[in-house]
């Protein structure tokens, strides 16, 4: 049985999810919203957040578009398994 994110285990098939999801609407099972803390420590990722913003504001409008346009391609290749784009 696959695990999820947070390491519990959960049904395969989809009558097993719809039984989940029946038993969590009827409240014979209880939903797990998993941990309220995701183990990051705020300070860190504040500073993540500000560092973001001042490479946005360092790149011209036309880096910005050619960095976005190269991740484009690399998601989309990886999903078509193409190897060129655009």
Same mark, same amino acid.
């Given at each position: 049985?696959?695990?999820g994110p947070e !390491?519990?285990?959960?049904p395969t098939d989809? &009558? !097993?999810?719809a039984v989940?999801? =029946?038993? &969590? =609407?009827t409240r014979e099972a209880v939903e797990d919203a998993g941990p309220g803390d995701d183990g990051k420590d705020p300070a860190a990722? #504040?500073? !993540?957040k500000k560092g973001g =913003? #001042?490479?946005a504001k360092a790149l011209s409008a036309e880096q910005r578009s050619? &960095?976005?346009r190269k991740g484009a391609v690399k998601r989309w290749a990886a999903h078509r398994g193409a190897t060129?784009?655009?």
């Open positions: 049985m696959p695990k !390491g519990r285990r959960r989809v &009558i !097993g999810s989940l999801v =029946a038993k &969590i =609407a990722q #504040a500073l !993540g =913003a #001042a490479r050619e &960095i976005a060129r784009l655009l």
